[in-house]
Nanobody, 128 residues
Framework: EVQLQASGGGLVQTGGSLRLSCAAS????????IGWFRQAPGKEREGVSC????????VYADSVKGRFTISSDNAKNTVYLVMNNLKPEGTADYYC?????????????????????WGKGTQVTVSS
């Protein structure tokens, strides 16, 4: 059974930081790419960042490059998303997801439809 458990959301002021965590099943960690997506009210779900835990390769949306860092702790089966210099437009529900595709595939489209499994979201609110 695929399990993805996101945590770490909260309320932060503009310019602040948060660290999100995604705990995944062991077999997901071995064979899947794991990504973070976000969905703001009234908007489509968009890709934020994705990692291949196998080799550490990463993908970032242009809007978060230089501010967000994705990493994986393979011993803990956990993917982290450190979000620095948060902006009000970062307010959204953040979801972790997994897909049995290559990171190159994700890099080409970075579309929620590429992902096979989803965890429940964790809410991030950035106050101005």
């Amino acid at each position: 059974e695929v399990q993805l458990q996101a945590s770490g959301g909260g309320l932060v002021q503009t310019g602040g930081s948060l660290r999100l965590s995604c705990a995944a099943s062991r077999f997901v960690f071995d064979d899947y790419v794991i990504g973070w997506f976000r969905q703001a009210p009234g908007k489509e779900r968009e890709g934020v960042s994705c990692i291949s835990p196998h080799d550490g390769d990463t993908v970032y949306a242009d809007s978060v490059k230089g501010r967000f860092t994705i990493s994986s702790d393979n011993a803990k089966n956990t993917v982290y998303l450190v979000m620095n210099n948060l902006k009000p437009e970062g307010t959204a529900d953040y979801y972790c997801a997994a897909a049995a595709v290559s990171l190159d595939r994700v890099r080409r489209t970075f579309n929620a439809y590429d992902m096979d499994y989803w965890g429940k979201g964790t809410q991030v609110t950035v106050s101005s």
